[in-house]
């Protein structure tokens, strides 16, 4: 690997050094061979990735560290937060030469793990290895996994005693919007240098800018808007969508009580412990928008240096202000496009959007499942959709408004567009779940299978199928329970 740990260099008041606590007798959980190429490791790491994630054989220029972070949960002010289970082993340079943060999760008590116990279990590690692995594939930015290990020897307390894990997580950056917030109620003296950091290391295009904060807050709002576009449409709400949990770069982070939509309810909540459903699917894009406002706000002291360039501090106010009000229509602008490709209707139509909303009000009304209801549609099963409808009536009328816009188009171009965006395989919380129950007997064989199956998530494999992977469980089934302990 090649390391470059530049944020260690800023000042030592923004984390603690220290070292793993590593896992008694740990067991191999799951390595993902092509990130860590992808990585540059070297073929003796990749050999001993188990030592490595367990940090009892960290590379000479790995430098852990915990990072200090605060942030608004669930919208209060949550004062100081931090890596409180999770240390930044360092920085490496990746194939094509993009710096990736290194980062393990479930290593122990750092001086910010408050009142956990620093650990990690092997339920929500598979879970967040599984999920960033399917994000990254479905093209939505995400942080992503090398690998886990897990040991038996050290159970952890949660609902009931459950085996530790270790997870070795990469992210473009795990600066979170509550970086900022940390620095300027504890230390706004190191807000210019972290503000200067994002920049060089992040957003380097905007320090020729007239005003550089500026220019990066545009892009920090954009990639934002990105991402949650990307979560809409494959159907993925994230459950914990606090200020420390959303980072610079717009790339989906800590993810624990998330979930892939299933049968389509727009006010579905998968965390059961948000029981005012502050981060249903249909709030996402708003919360995204509120969390960014927090993040702005934050960014006011910075009016008076050379990095804002205002006139004054109401003006430079009313600048962040107003960067804000691109987020609405760059959301809708990426929610729009991708819509338009998964119905498979020209972009440039204005009846596109209409359609798209009928199809979603069926999907809705009739509690059909988002996923597999879209393949049909990208399958040209027509029939199949329509048997499944009471209201067949309103199908119908969609259909025909459908076939309509499609009929002077290029069918088949966007029939490809349909094939490349909407996936035949999603992680359905019962997928998880049995990789899991598996897991902790030492069964891996089910984490692998799902492995597979969700680098290639638009690609039928028939062979290592099952019939549960698409669809959801029957109703009279109880749905899998996932709660924010992890
Ligand atoms: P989350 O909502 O999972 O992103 O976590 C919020 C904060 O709680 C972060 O600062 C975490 O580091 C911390 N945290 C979560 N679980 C634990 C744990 N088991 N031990 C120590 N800190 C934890
Ligand atoms: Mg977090």
Redesign the pocket.
């Known amino acids: 690997m090649h390391f470059d740990n530049r944020y260690a260099t800023l000042s030592p008041k923004l984390f603690h050094k220290q070292a793993v606590k590593s896992l008694p007798t740990p067991m191999a959980g799951h390595f993902n061979t092509e990130l860590a190429k992808q990585l540059q490791w070297s073929d003796a790491e990749q050999a001993d990735w188990i030592n490595i994630i367990n940090g009892s054989n960290l590379p000479q220029e790995a430098d852990p560290l915990a990072m200090v972070y605060a942030g608004h ?1 669930f919208g209060q002010w949550a004062g100081q ?6 240390l930044l082993i360092g920085q490496v340079f990746d194939q094509q030469q993009k710096l990736t943060d290194l980062h393990l999760k479930g290593i122990g008590l750092t001086p ?3 009142m ?5 279990v092997l339920r929500s590690v598979i879970r967040e290895y599984l999920a960033g692995h399917a994000l990254h594939h479905l093209h939505v930015p995400s942080s992503n996994a090398v690998g886990f290990i897990y040991s038996h020897e050290l159970q952890i307390r949660r609902e009931r005693l459950e085996p530790s894990a270790i997870l070795l997580r990469t992210a473009d950056s795990h600066i979170r919007l509550g970086h900022f917030e940390w620095i300027n109620q504890y230390q706004p003296d190191l807000l210019q240098e972290f503000a200067q950091h994002c920049l060089e290391n992040y957003y380097p295009d905007c320090l020729n800018a007239e005003s550089p904060i500026l220019a990066m807050a545009k892009q920090v709002i954009d990639r934002n808007a990105y991402m949650i576009a990307g979560w809409q449409l494959v159907g993925f709400a994230h459950g ?1 969508m ?1 200020t ?2 959303l980072n610079i770069t717009g790339s989906t982070l ?1 993810f ?1 009580p998330y979930g892939f939509m299933e049968r389509f309810r727009p006010n579905w909540i998968n965390n059961h412990s948000d029981n005012q459903g502050r981060y249903t699917y249909q709030n996402q894009p708003s919360i995204a928008h509120w969390n960014l406002w927090v993040w702005l706000n934050n960014l006011i002291p910075l009016a008076n240096t050379k990095l804002a360039n205002a006139h004054d501090k109401e003006q430079f106010k009313a600048d962040l202000a107003t960067c804000l009000e691109d987020f609405e229509p760059a959301f809708l602008t990426y929610y729009r496009s991708g819509l338009a490709k998964k119905m498979g209707l020209p972009q440039d139509d204005e009846r596109c959007f209409d359609c798209g909303m009928a199809f979603l009000r069926i999907l809705q009304a009739e509690q059909l499942d988002y996923t597999s209801s879209f393949r049909r549609l990208t399958d040209h099963a027509y029939t199949a959709l329509r048997d499944d409808c009471i209201d067949t009536r309103a199908f119908d009328d969609f259909l025909s408004m459908y076939h309509e816009i499609r009929k002077d188009a290029d069918q088949d171009s966007l029939d490809i567009d349909m094939q490349q965006h909407n996936p035949i395989y999603i992680l359905r919380n019962h997928m998880a779940q049995r990789a899991i129950e598996l897991a902790e007997k030492d069964d891996l064989s089910e984490v692998e299978r799902l492995f597979t199956l969700l680098s290639k998530p638009f690609e039928k494999q028939a062979e290592i199928e099952r019939a549960e992977d698409l669809a959801p469980l029957p109703s009279d089934q109880p749905e899998v329970m996932v709660s924010c302990s ?1």
């Not at 956990?116 to 990690?120: E, I, L, M, T």
């Open positions: 949960q937060l931090g890596d409180g289970r999770g910010y793990s408050r956990g116990d620093g650990r990690a914990v606090n420390d949990n800590d624990g992890s």
